[in-house]
């Protein structure tokens, strides 16, 4: 099958993000014509000149908009794409020149409708934006919840760096309108339509996330949110290891109380997780101000992912409301 690429990346009041990501695609080594298409999503701050310095260099279309939601703006930008396979970016993304190289390669080797590949941290990064990348994409923490090579069950791609074929987009339907948890949606009805996802170790991109603790910690509690949700749409996906955030909080702070009448076993089991956050952190940035931060990134993670979660479960199944009159600022019309 002969791939003709288009990337779909909505941008929201992100210029500054934009014109990296755009300079990012302008230095690709892929020898093939591919498309770019921003989605400008009722911005009120555009990024239409900033398009504009790269239409010499990229087949790109600029698309302004109402506001409408990451996921609706995407079904825009590939309702109107020429491509027929679609590559979705956020817009704090940066591409390493070989991306769309090693994309193509593993999709001419192994065709999938959907694919999703994984995010590092740039040496440009800050220190903060390294520690919660690590806290984000770590085995030892809800990285490993998504899927992935050594993680617990099939890959679930992530719109930051997700492709998806003309087909299975029109077959399933595109993006529904919850955020955050519009992509997991969408995989798992790719799944049920019987279309296959991998994980391109590759194909990864660098990507910026959330710049400070309390950005990371709203991000992180909407996502704990969303998962009893998608539980109740999906629920043949929903697993245990959900979970595992929500109960690392309850089970410290029962450790806490013990520790008080002199039972420390629970508490230094803790310890010894810390610890090889630490070490795991330490080895692969070669940082210990990055391994210190790490560990606050893992608390801020797994505090705001199993409280959102807690919540969630308990408001989604007893309280007798649909999910929308639950969490309507979960929900775009």
Same mark, same amino acid.
């Given at each position: 099958? +002969? ?11 992100? #210029? ?48 302004? +908009?109402?506001? =409408? ?16 396979? /679609? ?22 080797? &192994? ?10 941290? &740039? #040496? ?5 934006? +390294? ?6 994409? =770590? ?15 099939? /890959? ?22 919850? &955020? ?53 749409? &999906? #629920? ?50 070669? =940082? ?22 807690? +919540? =969630? ?21």
């Amino acid at each position: 099958m +002969k791939l003709f690429f288009s990337f779909i990346i909505p941008v929201y009041n992100r #210029p500054d993000e934009i014109r990296e990501l755009l300079e990012s695609l302008a230095e690709q080594t892929y020898e093939n014509a591919f498309e770019v298409v921003i989605v400008e999503d009722g911005s009120t701050i555009s990024a239409e000149h900033e398009v504009s310095v790269f239409q010499d260099r990229l087949q790109i279309t600029y698309l302004p +908009k109402p506001n =409408s939601g990451p996921g609706a703006s995407r079904n825009y930008g590939m309702e109107r794409a020429k491509g027929n396979y /679609f590559i979705v970016l956020d817009s704090d993304c940066i591409l390493p020149p070989q991306y769309l190289v090693e994309a193509d390669k593993a999709l001419q080797e &192994h065709f999938v409708h959907c694919y999703g590949g994984p995010d590092a941290a &740039h #040496p440009s990064f800050s220190l903060v934006q +390294k520690a919660i990348n690590y806290a984000m994409t =770590s085995i030892w923490t809800t990285g490993g919840i998504r899927g992935g090579k050594k993680a617990v069950g099939k /890959f679930q791609p992530r719109s930051f760096n997700m492709g998806i074929s003309k087909e299975a987009f029109q077959t399933v339907g595109g993006y529904g309108k919850i &955020h955050p948890g519009e992509d997991p949606d969408l995989t798992m009805r790719i799944w049920n339509y019987g279309y296959e996802t991998r994980l391109i170790p590759n194909a990864f991109v660098y990507h910026k996330r959330r710049i400070d603790w309390k950005k990371f910690y709203i991000q992180v509690n909407k996502f704990g949110m969303v998962r009893p949700i998608l539980n109740k749409w &999906h #629920p043949g996906t929903a697993k245990v290891t959900y979970w595992f955030p929500t109960l690392f909080c309850l089970g410290f702070l029962v450790s806490l109380v013990l520790s008080a009448i002199g039972i420390f076993a629970p508490l230094g089991l803790y310890g010894c997780y810390f610890a090889l956050v630490f070490i795991d952190a330490l080895l692969k940035n070669r =940082s210990v101000a990055i391994a210190l931060l790490s560990f606050l990134a893992v608390w801020i993670q797994f505090i705001g992912y199993g409280y959102g979660f807690l +919540k =969630s479960v308990i408001l989604i199944n007893f309280s007798g409301k649909t999910a929308e009159q639950v969490f309507p600022k979960l929900f775009f019309k």
